[in-house]
């Protein structure tokens, strides 16, 4: 059912790297989300986009940037990469933001930073 | 702000019924979401309650209070393939429409 594709699915790297985390969705959904889940935590909202060239800061942004060039594409972009930013950063989708309009996840990227 | 509660961890046995309680408080409901986790996957979406009442769908139902801030979430004929976390979400809309999720129920099912 849900087309919406991250990579890589696991990433270790050392510290102070810069690192972009690929994101794609083939269901043409205009609003797009990164979240970051620690084991056994809740998600927390890192950036989000309602279209093409909008991007919106979550609560967890001010390390991390994101694009929205094209509808199905949504980047995330560490600068420098530290030890605390290891964890799992899922992407999402939805067709919009009214009634139910559900999340649509992919498969996560678990990071690891040395 | 916003704040949701679940229970950490349930143990339930197969074949049985479990309750998965959720409390919020956010300014601005516009809905309630349940996903299902397991682990090292993704979330996939199970329910969704705007109204009170309960919705029922198969094996999964879900209730909403929105005067008490509560939901609930029962899966009954439990099959060990329901060992998951189970995430409770609020959809707020003082919060750009986005999803404030808790920190998820760690149900296992034991044969």
């Known amino acids: 059912e849900a087309d919406i594709y991250q990579t890589p699915r696991y990433l270790v790297i050392g510290t102070g790297k810069k690192i972009t985390l690929e994101c794609s969705q083939t269901m043409g959904h205009d609003k797009m989300y990164w979240y970051q889940q620690d084991p056994g935590m809740e998600l927390h909202l890192i950036h989000y986009s309602y279209g093409v060239n909008s991007t919106e800061k979550g609560d967890l942004s001010s390390e991390s940037t994101v694009s929205r060039i094209r509808t199905e594409h949504f980047p995330l972009t560490l600068e420098s990469a530290r030890p605390s930013h290891t964890s799992q950063y899922l992407c999402a989708s939805s067709e919009g933001t009214s009634g139910e309009e559900k999340l649509f996840f992919g498969s996560g990227t678990q990071l690891s930073v040395l | 702000g916003q704040n949701i509660d679940q229970p950490t961890e349930m143990t339930a046995t197969e074949g049985a019924i479990v309750q998965i309680n959720c409390t919020y408080q956010t300014s601005g409901f516009n809905g309630l979401f349940w996903y299902q986790q397991h682990a090292g996957e993704a979330p996939t979406f199970l329910s969704y309650?705007?109204?009170?009442g309960l919705e029922e769908k198969g094996r999964f139902s879900s209730f909403l209070s929105r005067s008490k801030g509560y939901s609930y979430l029962l899966l009954k004929e439990l099959q060990m393939k329901d060992s998951a976390s189970y995430l409770c979400?609020?959809?707020?809309?003082?919060?750009?429409?986005?999803?404030?999720f808790g920190p998820g129920t760690r149900l296992s099912v034991l044969p």
């Open positions: 979400a609020v959809r707020d809309q003082d919060y750009g429409q986005n999803f404030v």
């Open positions: 309650n705007v109204l009170d």
